[in-house]
């Protein structure tokens, strides 16, 4: 897992190292080098995991938010810490 995600990154910035290389020629600026750091910055998403919830009757655990209830006894799920 650790592999794929340094493999990924390391893509991420021949991929943006060249592409702002290939702007600089063309308009003659160093601003794209400058705007190359940010990039991850500006795709990256929220990484706050939903709270676990259980049901009180049998143990049932989600984190899924899609879920109110109990999928086998019905009971509404509590918000566990």
């Known amino acids: 897992m650790v592999r ?3 493999a990924t ?3 991420g910035i ?5 592409i702002s290389a290939v702007l600089w ?3 003659n600026s160093l601003v794209f080098f400058l705007f190359v ?9 929220s990484r706050e ?7 009180p009757t049998c ?5 899924d938010r899609g879920y109110e ?5 019905g009971t509404r799920l509590e918000s566990r810490e």
């Open 4 to 6: 794929a995600r340094t």
């Open 59 to 63: 143990g049932f655990r989600t984190r």
């Open 37 to 45: 750091p940010f990039v991850p910055f500006l795709f990256r998403g």
């Open 9 to 11: 990154a390391v893509v």
């Open 69 to 73: 209830y109990c999928p086998s006894d």
């Open 25 to 27: 020629w063309q308009f």
């Open 14 to 18: 021949v991929v943006s190292l060249l």
């Open 49 to 55: 995991e939903p709270s676990a919830r259980q049901c």
